[in-house]
């Protein structure tokens, strides 16, 4: 394959980093114990509608589209350099920034959620890093450990990755995918509800199958041209898959689950709905996505490029600025959901100026040390 730069892909990677700093910043104005240490009282209906329907879209399918862009570079990348640089320069990109907000910033931030009641020393020995039942965990970090890990794997088996050049998926093989998706993710839930972490919020088992297979189907979409080969309609028939679950979602919870929670779990007719709606829209936009990006993103500016660059960082900060609007906006009289889209579009905003700035102070200070070491 040609050497060249994915512009649709790196777009499409800005999008879906908006849509996780929308989703986090909208967490505080629903009316349900989503581990979000900030929640806004008196939540009106329309919000659990609103925002549950977004909430339960973003959780189908945002991460496992993630996992597929990651895995679809993977490949482009070993094409430039060889294994071993490769993993060094990921591991540093993904391990530093873990390190640092596990054992350095969580702490701290943790500690100031907690009201500050007592010392920050008793804090961090006796609740943070307590290793029975203390607070620990990745955080949003999670995905880069887990994305560590899956790139070792891939690139370990990259020369054995492949399919015939001249294969590209079918409806029959699409659907195979949903499929397998849908029957091995409702036999984990029978076991693992959602919602819950292995220790450290290391990984959410209940979404495991559909990280792995999307992250491999990512790998296999570069080494075999698919989004080149995979025709604009069909894309068109998934995206309209899709959007018809969505519109669904809620006749599915009154009418199916009969008001029932939508993160269905067990041995239940309720949990194959809820897993089979989630694997439907997953696939549906993890095949619309990419092909409607590249019909009309593929392209780029000076603005796309710093954003495109900056898109790791805001995952990275973003709750650093979205946790802070909500305490303000806390005292504000403003609708609930008019709050969650305010402070989504200044949370966004604002993540990514940071980071922009970051990278601009950064590059201006090597320029200058590299100028005084010329004179």
């Known amino acids: 394959m040609e050497q060249k ?22 967490q505080a104005y629903v009316d349900q114990n989503n581990g979000w240490p900030i929640h806004q009282d008196q939540i009106p209906p329309i919000n659990q509608v609103v ?35 490769y993993l060094i320069s990921r591991t540093i990109k993904l391990l530093v920034p873990t390190l640092i907000l ?28 307590n290793l029975v039942d203390g607070e620990i965990n990745f955080g949003q970090t999670w995905f880069c450990v887990v994305l560590l890990l899956f ?34 993710t409702f036999l984990i839930r029978i076991v693992v509800p959602t919602g819950y972490w292995l220790p450290l919020h290391f990984m959410e088992p209940a979404r495991i199958v559909t990280n792995v297979i999307f992250f491999a189907l990512g790998v296999l979409a570069y080494k075999n041209n698919w989004f080149e080969k995979l025709k604009f309609r069909t894309g068109v028939t998934w995206g ?15 009418w199916i689950l009969k008001n029932t929670d939508f993160y269905g779990n067990g041995m239940t007719l309720n949990s194959l709905f809820v897993v089979l709606w989630e694997t439907l829209v997953c696939i549906g936009f993890c095949i619309s996505l990419p092909l409607f990006f590249k019909r009309w ?12 660059k900056a898109s790791f960082g805001v995952y990275l900060i973003h709750p650093f600025i979205a946790i802070p609007l909500q305490v303000i906006f806390q005292s504000i009289e403003l609708h609930a959901l008019l709050k969650a889209v ?15 700035l970051y990278h601009v102070g950064m590059k201006s200070c090597s320029n200058i040390l590299s100028r005084l070491n010329k004179s």
Request: aromatic content about 14%; proline content about 3%.
């Open 297 to 308: 993103f593929d392209t780029t500016t000076p603005i796309l490029k710093r954003c495109g």
């Open 240 to 254: 309209i898959i899709a959007i018809v679950m969505i519109i669904l979602n809620q006749p599915i919870v009154v």
């Open 51 to 85: 925002l549950g329907v977004f909430h339960s879209t973003n959780a189908a399918f945002f991460m496992a589209i993630f996992f597929m862009i990651a895995g679809f570079f993977i490949p482009a990348a070993l094409e430039k350099k060889d294994a071993k640089s």
């Open 151 to 184: 790139t070792y794997l891939a690139t370990l088996l990259n020369k054995r990755i492949q399919i015939k050049n001249s294969f590209v998926p079918k409806y029959t093989h699409i659907l195979v995918i949903v499929g397998v998706v849908t029957v091995f």
């Open 102 to 129: 596990t054992l350095l910033i969580f702490p701290i931030l943790g500690y100031g959620l907690s009201g500050g009641e007592g010392s920050f020393t008793d804090f961090v020995t006796y609740r943070y890093f």
């Open 5 to 26: 730069r994915f512009y649709y892909m790196d777009n499409l990677k800005i999008a879906l980093t908006c849509l996780v700093v929308a989703n986090h910043a909208s």
């Open 342 to 356: 305010v402070v989504s579009i200044l949370s966004i905003f604002i993540s990514y100026l940071m980071i922009i």
